[in-house]
């Protein structure tokens, strides 16, 4: 069994609980949408919504019901080729770009082997005989479909963004008054600090192992960068200054066309956006969002600041109250707030890399971070489309510095 | 009005009776089709099958109800931009190779655009006031959304083969017990000899004018290539010796990889083919299918003969009755045969050009062939996914010489 | 031997003296090179100086020496790979996007292996006992050096394009005053007529057979199209108005970004063009050079024209004496003028495909044009970069309707 | 002035002393090339040696000559635009992929080019008035150049590499007999270290400030891994065993088809490798050289060990004295011997990115490196291609994951 989850472990009805809502989110998110809208796969980074339906299903089923299960019959065993996303060591599968050419099974057939596989794991949770590695699993299991949550809102956000109606997933509603929250800076002393999960609770791996890390004295703003903020670097030519940009970002800004964050447009004079409530006008005091890191590191740039380590961020703000916008509020984009959790992950300036002493797991669970440690930069804390229960201070999310279809910001920092 | 449409007149009457056949016809092939089906798109050549339901819909509405019927109201004006396909002339349109990421309207909604025009359009044609041309111009919607016919289920063919479970879009059926027919050269004399359309009954722009060519004598195989025939080349190294092939056709077998026709693998020593009614054993005395030019033109020069040229086609088979194997008959995958019509459209080594004298019709309608007169090659004799009223001895279909996803096969001449 | 050589063969002391002639020219060509243009590869599609200068020689050596000279030893084995360009039958050899990236052997090795060629076919020729089939290998070697001497200083001229320095092949000259020739079209009453090489000296494979076409009366003009016409059509909005060109052609003018011909750019109100003499103003009453298929095509749609076909064209102006401006001349682009031959290749809108009856020679040498005939437009006429003695009434040239690097212009026509 | 170049002051005389030097190792370097191999450029990522002859000089020229000297006339105005490499506020330049299609200025008149610019220099250096400042940009340009040196023999290899004769840059010469050096690992402490350089003697900006890192106790190997390791390797099958990469890694592996380092292939049984002086058989007892990060890191992994981190290399073998086999060596490629400096670049795993409290300069000049820091990794150590002059314990050169023409290499670490 995998080293990273020999953990103080959940208890059985516990995880029993956590699987029962963690699915019947999943269950709701995917409530509005049509047949059709389940098939949406706009570029290989981005999947179908029923291909996330069912491969967090699958991933239950092979890693937990298919081990510990004698005699489980899938409903399809042609499903593990299908909805395997990149587990080498769980066998083939098929082409990630190829996802949304699979029209069957259809929406229906894949909500049966949701069920099917509810009901087996229901099952094997409600025995006296659970054993406690099972309990973890599932526990890594509903972390697994949190995050396929999350991704589930994005894509479609992408896919429906190519569709000339700009249809909305959920309906619009009015946007609360705000106003300007004033950027401020605050000073840490730094010094020899510790970072990292330190293994009470559910982490991934990547998280660990705890370790010590030294700080310069640094500052981090009160509050994310906000789309005020960004609309100021835009009319000061902020996308056409190659001074202010790394070489690999001014080359994809240019050969993308890059002139706004992603999803916005300008008309009559008034700068708006899509989002998963349809198109709205750009929230001035919200976080800004959808910026790639070339894009976030050009602003802080601009800004006479930089963008915070992953250390600096998790120093600074980790122990902060948990709270914030997230995808249980439903408010589905960033909305004026502040706070270091939800609305936006925020960009940090540290590359997706080991911690000192990390190994991952032996087996297909090994691959789940590890092999994905080059060429991405981590992000921290949380957004709008992360449900609530996925975040804790040492949580590490990581994309490449071009995308942008995720609910990306960021918040500034400097040297005290 | 267009010039090419200055016929001798369809009856109104005709015009409605062949108005309700075709739009049933499409929805009988539609039915099938999970909502899921409805938005596959594989390739850019390719399009979904509720945008062919849509678009040639939208081809009556622009054509004819906005024009002819004061008042008509569309149940959405922005269906113009998504289902117009490439007539400039008419606008504005939405990308071709993004129409697979238009989820809303969804298959119902496009259902009841499609009643919305029959019932306005039924309602144009069954008034005493029937302008002629208006009935012209509905069998010219009526030609056109039977070709779409054909794309429907040639392109739904190409979507679901990238589905690795290979769904069958009808019920497999028993083939019918068959025996080889001998391949026999049937010699034409040639001379001063007349082809195109003479100008009687419905016929596309480019059919015409009817015009003298000059024909040295020649011969023509009784039947088409059969997959017996195609194996023999490939047995023979056909698709590895640059002898027998043009240059670009011999760079895209490599670069795609070309070991055989489109659909073809060999399981157990048995080659197998994937058709709208699923995998299925290769009929070795069927006509060969889902070749291209390329394929089909290397394949000539290995059996010591050519292609015809479309004028030797028409001359020599164009008075056959045009009976065999079409769209109506449900078989909807090459049979044996031996006939010219029907099964598969037959390559000729003739570019598709403009005859002499051609001049399109002004306006957005003059863009539906001319424009697409270069690097192209005409293909005879209509294919199992051809509506059967479709055909006549004028027809010309075109592809380019690498496009394999149609029905396309090919038939032996050779210099008398 | 091959078919296509069994004609009335040239006299060797003529061959020989064809041969001179002809390796010289190429070495004037290549006189005022540095070692560093010789090198100069800026696409696919062009080779380097170097590159010509040692494939035609290899030409030689392999098609005639070879097989002919026994005991004959190349100065290097390897360059059979290095030099054979397309001829599969004749061996594996470099990639031709990689000729640029061979810098040894260098251009004095090359002149070397020049020499060494020169010295064994004329030791070969100034024999008693020469084969008429050896010299008419060599009337063949001679005519493919020529048709390298018109690539040679086209390629060099796309090659020298990219250099911002924008340098001369040779000095500039001042332009001889012109002035308007005004169009006129000359009718031709068409009917039963021959075109083809008729088997009296020289001609490629694909100029024959000699064979009936019918044609329909026509009109063609007196002079090719000028600047000053091509400058209309620009004024007029002629590269931005889709309903004038085909499809492919508007599609590749946006993706390319066409506004133009190519190497030319206005410069203070005035229309400037590079030329192997360096920059020049556009001369106006001179034909319009650098155009592909697709410019010339739709320019003839503007002007209520249309291409003529190969067969027009040799009908009509196949038996004007070939005079004109052609690289013997030296003047490297094309002046005012109007006759049919030299100054710029006349588009027909006749694709490249083979006459009734052609059957390319067996062996390597009938992949000299066979295996080109698909996806390509003849021309006719011959450039100012053509050698006078390539001309003929049936030479056919022919490209890709997209390219433009040659001397490529065009002469109306349209139905009488 | 900037702040990167405020530090202890280079003397005149020494910067004058260096500079002849420096310059003079170029034109050592230059001398085998024929003008033709001045010109190769067989990819974006490496320039033509004529190109690195020019660019070096014209840096000289751009920030000492025109600033300082007044009155300095370039020998064209031109060159500026031609030889700027990336250096957005020095103004536009020239495609960096079309480097190779620049003939002219030939390599004769960039020769002159350096000797006028040598010529202006060594009068500026010789004056008694020379500007502290001065010295210092002289110091920065001969080490600028100096990196040019390493860069011109790397892409001289790769350019050379494409030509099927494989020629040599120098004279083949016998290998030295060797022996396996057995891999041992040595343990260090770790703790609260410093790295990064001190101000004292030339640096780079990105290699300082010097700053406290916290190091957990590891281990690190006594010498690179070997062309012996390598094999093994890949007899193991390492090259296909997703398990052992990077997923980024494996894709772009089997894109690319590695089965072996850059410029390997195996003959009668025996491993051969294209190096500077021609093909040479793989010597099993030097250090493996043309390896990606990508497939350093899977060998790692693969022996059960990591990569150290830069902090790791500096702190571990930093200090100990610069010998090895340096491009002054002449050997050009790597040679038994085990020491951290020359032969090969030693791949880190910690990527490129800025220092705290890094802060490029103003200016131009400020892009020398921080514009650089993303997605890129440093390596330590020098190679065979590195001027011995150049090194110094802190010197950090970067490369992205994918690159291998470099002299790229890797030494395994562990934890304690």
Redesign the interface.
Known sequence: MAKALKRPQIAPNEAARLFRETRQRTEDLAAPL???????Q?MEDASPA?WHLAHVTWFFEEFILKPQVSGYRSPDE?FA??FNS?Y??AGPR?ARD?R????????DAVMAYRAHVNAALGDLLASDRTDPEVAALVELGCHHEMQHQELLVTDLLH??S????L?AYRDPEPVAVSSELPLRFERHDGG?CEIGHDGAGFAYDCEGPR??????PFEIANRPVSNRDWIAFIEDGGYTR??L?????IARAGREGWETPLYWWKQDEVWWTYTLRGPQPVNLDAPVCHVS??EA?AFARWAGARLPTEAEWEVALGDRPIEGNFLDDGALRPLPDGGPWGDVWEWT???F??Y??FRPPEGALG?YNG?????QFVLRGGSCATPRAQMRPSYRTFFY?HQRWQMLGLRLAR?A
Do not use: C, I
């Open positions: 049509a047949p059709e809208d389940t098939m949406l706009s029923k042609r080729f299908l990149y080498v060591q098929h190829r949304g050419l699979v029209s069957r099974p259809g929406v896919g429906l190519f569709n000339p109606l249809p020899l370790h010590k890390v030294w700080l310069d190659p001074e940009w790394l070489m690999d970002g890191y070339y590191e300036q540290s590359p890399t080991p000192p002493g691959e092999k994905f440690m080059v060429s510095p040297d």
